[in-house]
């Protein structure tokens, strides 16, 4: 049904919210009901709507604007954080205050892995926690997920097989993940990490922008059914950004 099927960005939302799916057709979108399962699809989409979430009409447009913005924040950290680490203490140490670069030395000083496999080490490790919380019954996947990263890498960094700073980054980097309202965006960034991180490795700071140009430039080419996936940023629309990374208050919509 997507236009491009070999992209890593959905171009359809599958919800169970019925309030959402009203939403979606209140604004022009269209959604499709099969029987036998309880998602629906909402079509066609655009990228900022992976950062929107119903609640934000329910709040104040204060509260929705600084949720908004916290979303695109973590976005950025969840996409590029261990990224950054990585091609900074690989290729950039000159970067960092003299102070803090001591204090990372000295973390990885026992350290047998670089960083890049400290950071790929951690991220696997994390996401299968991840999916076996999934798959688990509430209760004990919660319990499960969380008490096993904070076992893991506790004794990851007792046994020297990572340092204590590749662990803060890996959990800031999963805590932003959460903030990312829709489950098939947040995995595309999950999955996108990945090569971020390769290329951050291969050549530092070059590597992550030229990694970052080539999914914009997809970004602009892509469509979900006839509609451009950047709008209303590509092509520009004064009006739509009123309720894109922000929502101005409905007095002035």
Known sequence: ???????????????????????????????????????????????????????????????????????????????????????????????????????????????????????????????????AGVRLPRPIGQATSIVGALVIGQAAVNAGLVSPAMVIVVALTALASFLIPTPSGGFTIRMLRFPIMFMAASLGLFGIMATLMAILIHLCSLRSFGVPYLAPLVPFDRYSLKDTFIRVPRWLS
């Open 1 to 131: 049904m997507e236009d491009s099927p070999w992209s890593p960005f959905p171009q359809l939302n599958a919800t169970e919210r019925p309030d959402k799916v009203a939403a979606g057709l209140l604004s022009g979108q269209v959604a499709v009901l099969v029987d036998n399962t309880p998602f629906a699809l909402i079509m066609p989409v655009t990228f900022p709507q992976f950062l929107q979430a119903t609640e934000d009409y329910y709040d104040g447009f204060y509260f929705a604007t600084f949720n908004r913005i916290m979303r695109f924040i973590a976005l950025n950290i969840a996409l590029l954080l261990p990224s950054l680490y990585i091609a900074i203490v690989t290729f950039h140490q000159e970067m960092l205050p003299t102070p803090l670069l001591f204090s990372l030395a000295a973390g990885r000083e026992n350290t047998p892995f670089p960083a890049f496999i400290e950071a790929l080490l951690m991220e696997v490790i994390f996401e299968i926690l991840r999916e």
